[in-house]
């Protein structure tokens, strides 16, 4: 099985950014925690990130007939970006949309997802984990 694994604009200041709300941890440790995961999985993961809204839906297109599933935590995108849940319905590939806090207990305009309809699941407020959540959702491997 093959995992696209698609983070959005800021992710790449994990550490840097708000650490009393994204924690401490770079986004170099959280690749690495989801490449652990992979192996352990068995699967085949693919890491990308850009702070570009046209770089994350040619991600996705790309992704159609090579990959098995995406975990995708789009950031800002989740609220503005109608692009992204396009490219979603169009690959057809199924997709759990991620986020390290929980959108739903901060500012008013983070509660709206314009991807969430497009995806299979939504986790949100895991940390990290929540990557690794999606992994293991997408493989069918959770208790």
Request: charged content about 25%; hydrophobic content about 35%; overall charge negative.
């Amino acid at each position: 099985m093959n995992i696209l694994v698609i983070n959005g604009p800021n992710l790449n200041m994990l550490g840097i950014r708000e650490p009393e709300i994204y924690g401490k941890a770079t986004y170099t440790d959280l690749c690495d925690l989801i490449r652990a995961h992979a192996e352990k999985l068995g699967v085949s993961v693919t890491l990308y990130q850009s702070n570009h809204e046209g770089d994350l839906v040619d991600a996705i297109q790309q992704a159609y007939g090579k990959q098995d599933g995406i975990v995708i935590n789009p950031g800002a995108y989740t609220h503005t970006s109608v692009a992204l849940l396009d490219a979603l319905k169009a690959v057809g590939i199924p997709a759990v949309e991620v986020h390290i806090s929980d959108p739903d207990t901060r500012e008013e305009f983070r509660k709206v997802s314009y991807i969430r309809s497009a995806c299979v699941k939504t986790i949100k407020g895991h940390g990290f984990d929540g990557y690794l959540e999606a992994m293991d959702d997408l493989t069918g491997d959770r208790p």
